[in-house]
């Protein structure tokens, strides 16, 4: 056989991936995923069921159905003050995970540098190494609530930069920018002329501060891709619909690739997206006030039994320290789950930075979180008796 595309060997190893194998073993409690527990909301459901029912089978425009793109609009005017032309500057995009690839893809050539604010999400860099990028890693840890700092990005730009990968509210780390924040970060990114994208996927599950987005600010806008989907706010991951937001001309360039690789967004999942869109801010209240309910029960006892661990403002992940234990986080994690039948991600599965650290998804029941940390707890109390 010839060789495959050498690129595949130089992907970092799937650890999220083996752990999140686990959460279908019905022996262990798992607390890896991170997707809604909910269903979706009944009547986003009936949306689909009215369409299929009328026969709503066919392609769609590439970038979606025009009325959906309307409502996206509409959203983004709404609740995050942002202008987009429904018509030239927004793709409705197969999941969030698509409008990152074409997005990826269309802005990067061999050789560019791409700028990763780590712990990150694992998904970005594969792909971008696929894309034949050099991956640039900002570390971020705790003591700044894992927010990025203008120094540490300052350092990590080059004349090399094309583009800077943002993603709050953070996956794995729980941590927000505010407009506040962004304002230093704005000020560097003056500086250079890179591309921003921004992964703004959990910006409805914010729990005491107001969304912001980098792309508010004016200036920053043109070269700014916002993309955002339905997986996490209106829990839908297996309708697999997302969207991404841009100026007409980046949009174009996105639009050619995009094209080709899915013809269009599913037809059904966008009949659903746009009934969310329209009437699901319920349901996001809904949610987002259970999610608060556990978090605070999450931090809570994990603080009290030795894994510190700051309030995540944003998302629905705990990311407690586990250095006290003087344990890299794989080992945690293993002995975890042979002693105590537990599994959690290992912070090291989202980059070096990870290392010192667990992920604890607190989309689960009370119930089943309880159990959980009961075992976490008498883990940890086995260890101290040991030291
Ligand atoms: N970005 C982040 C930060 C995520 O956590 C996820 C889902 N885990 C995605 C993108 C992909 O979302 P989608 O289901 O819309 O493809």
Not at 78 to 105: C, M, N, Q, W
Not at 108 to 116: A, C, S, Y
Not at 286 to 296: A, G, L, N, Q, T
Not at 309 to 326: L, W
Request: glycine share 6%; hydrophobic share 40%.
């Amino acid at each position: 056989m010839k060789p495959i595309n050498a690129r595949l060997n130089q992907l970092p190893p799937a650890i999220l991936h083996k752990f999140l194998e686990l959460a279908t073993d019905p022996t262990i409690l798992s607390l890896s995923v991170g997707e809604p527990d909910f269903p979706t909301p009944f009547h986003v459901r009936q949306a689909a069921i009215d369409a299929i029912q009328e026969g709503k089978t066919f392609y769609t425009p590439s970038r979606g159905l025009m009325s959906m793109r309307k409502e996206i609009a509409n959203v983004m005017a709404r609740k995050y003050h942002l202008t987009y032309d429904p018509a030239t500057e927004i793709i409705v995009t197969f999941g969030a995970s698509e409008a990152l690839e074409a997005t990826f893809i269309t802005l990067l050539n061999p050789g560019d540098e791409v700028i990763l604010v780590t712990p990150v999400y694992v998904t970005y860099e594969p792909i971008l190494i696929m894309a034949g990028a050099t991956v640039v890693h900002v570390p971020t840890d705790h003591t700044t609530g894992f927010k990025l700092t203008p120094d540490a990005l300052r350092q990590a730009i080059t004349d090399k930069t094309k583009l800077i990968v943002l993603n709050y509210p953070n996956n794995p780390t729980g941590g927000i920018m505010t407009h506040k924040d962004y304002e230093g970060i704005a000020e560097v990114l003056r500086e250079t002329d890179a591309y921003i994208v921004s992964d703004e996927i959990y910006s409805e599950l914010i729990y005491d501060a107001q969304h912001a987005s980098i792309a508010q600010f004016e200036d920053l806008k043109s070269r700014t891709v916002v993309i955002n989907g339905f997986s996490k706010a209106y829990a839908m991951t297996g309708w697999r619909l997302g969207y991404l937001c841009a100026n007409a001309e980046l949009v174009n360039a996105i639009g050619k690739y995009h094209s080709n690789a899915i013809l269009c967004p599913p037809t059904i999942s966008q009949f659903a997206g746009i009934e969310a869109l329209k009437n699901g801010d319920e349901d996001i209240k809904h949610m987002r006030e259970e999610y608060d309910i556990r978090r605070r029960y999450v931090v809570d006892r994990l603080n009290k039994m030795g894994l510190p661990c700051a309030i995540p403002q944003g998302a629905f992940y705990a990311f407690p320290s586990i250095e006290a234990t003087g344990m890299d986080s794989l080992t945690f994690c293993q002995q975890l789950l042979d002693k105590k039948r537990v599994a959690v991600i290992p912070g090291i599965a989202f980059g070096a930075a990870g290392d010192r650290y667990i992920r604890f998804s607190y989309s689960y029941s009370i119930k089943h979180i309880e159990e959980a940390l009961d075992r976490i707890e008498a883990f940890m109390s086995e260890l101290s008796t040991k030291v």
